[in-house]
């Protein structure tokens, strides 16, 4: 059983940068494609980046050019680093294992999430 847990949320003033992580444990971390998502309130949760086992990243055009992914196996631990914040990046943000094996960034969104972190919170002030 995959168990994910995130780390780096907190509040930014519009503009500025945070670095999420993600500590995973449970399985062979360096097969597996790992992605981050977030849920903003009263929206449904969405896609915001993907990296594969091969280091492959894929974004979605939400956050396209102000965000990168990146991970570190040694340490089990998958990255995103948000720059130029702003009020409509306010969300909880999900940390997600995605299910195939030797998959590439993309399979985080085609297949099943094998599982999913419990969310940190980023909000930014305006």
């Known amino acids: 059983q995959v168990q994910l847990v995130e780390s780096g949320g907190g509040l930014v003033q519009a503009g500025g940068s945070l670095r999420l992580s993600c500590a995973a444990s449970?399985?062979?971390?360096?097969?597996?494609?790992m992605g981050w998502f977030r849920q903003a309130p009263g929206k449904e949760r969405e896609f915001v980046a993907a990296?594969?086992?091969?280091?492959?990243?894929y974004y979605a055009e939400v956050m396209k050019g102000r965000c990168t992914i990146s991970r570190d196996n040694a340490e089990n631990t998958v990255y995103l680093q948000m720059n130029s914040l702003n009020p409509e990046d306010t969300a909880v943000y999900y940390c997600?294992?995605?299910?195939?094996?030797?998959?590439?960034?993309?399979?985080?969104?085609?297949?099943?999430?094998?599982?999913w972190g419990q969310g940190t919170q980023v909000t930014v002030s305006s």
């Open positions: 997600a294992a995605g299910s195939r094996s030797w998959g590439t960034a993309r399979t985080v969104i085609t297949d099943d999430v094998a599982s």
């Open positions: 990296i594969g086992w091969t280091d492959s990243t």
């Open positions: 449970g399985c062979t971390f360096s097969r597996y494609p």
